[in-house]
C-alpha cells in the first residue's frame, strides 16, 4: 500500500520491499507456539497484511541517520561496466562502490530488523484490542478476530502480541530501546484510556483531541523513528528530530484515518467506516464544526446517529453540515501543516535516499484515498 | 490474607509485612499518570488488594536462597542486654549482631523488591483481562472494573499495567529477568487460549488441565521463585529447582482455586463462585467424574446450567454428584501430591526463617477455606 508507482522510482522501493518481506517471516517465526490453537488465531492476524508503516519507519530512519552507505545513490553506484581483475574478485585500485541495495544492507543491521518486528508486532496488538474496544466488524477488508472468535480471543491474542513484541525486545539487550518501547505502549494506553474517559462529549477541547492522538498513535511512530536512528548510531540532537519527525507524521496520519471513517467509503477505505461516531469518538471535522455558531444543528444529528443505527439521509445531511462548516478542510489544512513540520526535521540529515523516502512517507499521508 | 495467626509466629512475618507495603507504595507511584481518567482507573485495581502471592514468592525465594543474612533467626538476634557504649554508639568491641529483619533487609535487594512490583502489576493485568473473559460481577469482594466501566477500559487499563511491568522490568538492565518475565508472559496468553479453545468440551483430557493451570497460574508463580533466586545470586541448579516449586505450588493453588469455585460459597471465597462452569470450563473434579461409567447424569445436569441461569437444586445436585463421583478428594489428593514435591525441591536450601516460611506458603495453599 506505502508502495505506489511513484515509490516505485525511488531507490530505496526494492530494498524495502524485501525488507519488510523479511519483517513478516520473522514475526510469523516468532509468534509460531507449540500450540494449534495459538497459530490459529495468529494466522488471522497475520492475514490482516497492512501497510507495515511502522517497520517502514524503523528501517528507513535507520538508513536515512546512518553514517553507512548514505549519499548520493548515483554516486554510489557502481558504474557501468565497472572493471574486474581477472581473479573473479573486484579491482581494488577502483574506489569501493556498492550497488544502493548492497549500500543499504550495510547501513540497516539486523537490529533494525529486530526493532522493525517488535514495532509492527506492539501495533497489531493495538489493532486486535481495538477490535474489541470498537467492535468493528470489518478491519482491511477482512472479518476482524473478534467477530470470529469473541472478545475473549481478541484480548488474549493481543495479550501474546504484545507479550512477543516485548520478548523479542528483550533479545537486543539495549536499556534505552527496552525502555524506550514500554514507555510508549504506556502513552498508547494512556491514549486510548483518555479517548474513552471523552466518549460522546462533543464539546471536546480540540487541544484533548491531539493529545489523545498524539498519544495512541503518533507515539508509537515518534518512537519507531527513534529507535531507527538510535540504532543506526545517531546522536542524541537527530534521534530526538526524528521521533519529533515520526510523531508529527503519526498525527497527520491519525487526523486522515479520522476523515476517512468520516468521509470516507468503505469501498475504498478497506475497513468500517462511521465506527469513529458510533462509538462517541470526536474526531476534528466535527470538534471545528460542532464550535461553530450552526454547531446545534450537527450537535442534534450526532446525537441521533449515535442512538440509533445508520440512515442513509442522516449520513448525507452529515456530510453536507461537514462541507457546509468547512471540517473536512480544516482537518486537511491541520495534517498539512503537521506534515510541513515534520518535513522541516528531516533538513539536518543529509540528502540521499533515505531522506528522500522519508519525505516521500510524509508526503503519501496526505493523498490517501477515501 | 496470607498471613494468619499461624504465620504471625514465624520470624518473617514482620519483616515480609513490611516489605509488602513498599510494594504497594511503589505499584501506586509506579502506576501513577499524568492523566486523571488514569488514575480513576488504576484505583479501582489498587483496590483488589489481594494476596500479593506473587512478590510474597519473589521475597521469600529471595531470602531464602540468599546467602546473605540467613540462618538460625535466634542465633543472629542480638542478645538481650547488649552493652552500648558510653557514646551511644554500639560496642563494636562486641561480635556485630543484626536484629532479624535487619538480616533480612540484608538478604533482599532492591532489585528484589523492584520484580516483585513487577510480578503483582502483571498478576493485576492478567486479573483485570480475566474479568473481560469471565464476565464476572464480583472479584475479591468488589464489583469488578468490567461491570463499572465496560470491557473497553478494562481491555486498556489490562494493557497499561502489563505495560507499566515491562517498563518497570526494563528498568534494572537484566536481560534474564526481562526475558524470563516476557517468556511467563506467553505462557500465560497460551494458557488462556488453550482453556478457551477448550470451552465446554467436557471430555477434555486430564493432561490437557494440567497444561492450561501450568501455563495461566503456575508459570507466573514458577517464575516469580526463579527470579527471587536469580537476583539472590543463586546457582543455575537452586534457581530451577525454585521454580519447579513455584510451579508445582502454582499448579496446587489453581486445582483448590476451581474447587472453590465450584464448591465454595461466595461469602466465604470471596468472589464470584461456580463462573468456570457458565463459562464452559472443564476443572478437575468435573474431569474425574465425568469419565466414570455415571459421568453421562453429570454432563446432562452441566450443559443444562451452562444453558440457563443457576438454579439452586441443580447447584446441590452438582454438589452431590461431585461428592459421589469423589471429585473434590481427588482433586484434593492430586493438590496434596504436588505440594509434597514442591516441599521436597526446597531440601535443597539451608534451613532458615526463609525455607520455613517457603515452606509455611506451600502447606497454606491446602487449607484456603471455602
Redesign the interface.
Known sequence: MLLTAQANDLPVAAWLRTELEGVRVRLHRELR???A??NN?VRHVEAFGGKMLRPTLVLVTGLATSTVGLGDPVRSAAPAGAVATGNGHPDLRQPMMAEPIVAFDQAVTDEHRILATVMEMTHLATLV?DD??DESSVRRGGATLNSLRG???A??????L???A??LC??L?R?WI??M???T??M???G???Q??NRENWALDEEVYFEIIQRKTASLCGACCAIGAELSGAGEQITSGMRRFGVKVGMAFQIVDDLMDLMGEESIVGKSVHRDLVKGKSTLPLLHVLQQSGGARLRGLIERMVASPADPADLQELRRLIAQGRGEDYARQRAERLINEALAELRVLPSGPGREFLEYLAGRVLTRKY
Open positions: 507456539s507449540e500450540l490453537c495459538v488465531l484490542h474489541v474496544l472478545n475473549e480471543a484480548v488474549m491474542l493481543g495479550d501474546y504484545i507479550s512477543h516485548y520478548r528483550s533479545s539487550d536499556q527496552a525502555e518501547v514500554a514507555d505502549t504506556n498508547v494506553c494512556e486510548e484510556l483518555l474513552l474517559s
